[in-house]
């Protein structure tokens, strides 16, 4: 398992953190877990998440980003991406309220350099035939962005 960076190394500040931020330290976090990341993953329910990461031995990890207490009170979406991942974090920046955040999901607090784990999420069950489906959309999607940037007038 790769070293986690401490929370005392990141800084935070969160008045200054976009959502784009806290994605960048949620990917660098998940490659630094041994997790391929990718972002704006669209899922088989209409759905779409923040960040979802695959690992080498096929499990999936899922951050829902969060930059204000406003943006997590308002949307109510996230319970829909839990059959779709084993392991759900929430990520956050410094200073976001985290007593707000459900107890049954993981805590990730990130800014634009780093990330930490403050909370391990619960491991969950996936359906065999969703993580099949969602592997192969996973690699197309993967292959398709990396094409978009080494010939981006195909």
């Known amino acids: 398992m790769a070293k986690q960076i401490p929370e005392s190394d990141i800084d935070f500040h969160p008045d200054t953190l976009c959502?784009?931020?806290?994605?960048?330290?949620?990917?660098?976090l998940f490659?630094?877990?041994?997790?391929?990341p990718l972002?704006?993953?669209?899922?088989?329910?209409?759905?779409?998440?923040?960040?979802?990461g695959l690992a080498k031995d096929g499990n999936w990890i899922v951050a829902e980003?969060?930059?204000?207490?406003?943006?997590?009170?308002?949307?109510?979406?996230?319970?829909?991406?839990?059959?779709?991942?084993?392991e759900f974090y929430f990520a956050v920046a410094g200073g976001f309220p985290l007593e707000?955040?459900?107890?049954?999901t993981g805590i990730i607090v990130a800014d634009a350099f780093h990330g930490a784990?403050?909370?391990?999420?619960?491991?969950?069950?996936?359906?065999?035939?969703?993580?099949?489906?969602?592997?192969?959309?996973?690699?197309r999607?993967?292959?398709?962005?990396?094409?978009g940037l080494v010939d981006p007038k195909h």
């Open 31 to 36: 490659t630094h877990m041994g997790y391929a």
């Open 117 to 139: 784990v403050l909370r391990k999420a619960p491991r969950m069950k996936m359906n065999a035939a969703r993580w099949r489906a969602q592997a192969l959309h996973f690699g």
């Open 100 to 104: 707000i955040l459900p107890h049954h």
């Open 19 to 28: 959502a784009g931020d806290i994605e960048r330290g949620v990917c660098r």
């Open 65 to 86: 980003i969060k930059a204000s207490e406003r943006d997590f009170r308002s949307d109510g979406k996230w319970p829909e991406y839990l059959p779709y991942c084993h």
């Open 141 to 147: 999607k993967a292959a398709g962005r990396w094409h």
């Open 39 to 52: 972002t704006e993953f669209p899922l088989t329910n209409n759905r779409r998440v923040d960040v979802i």
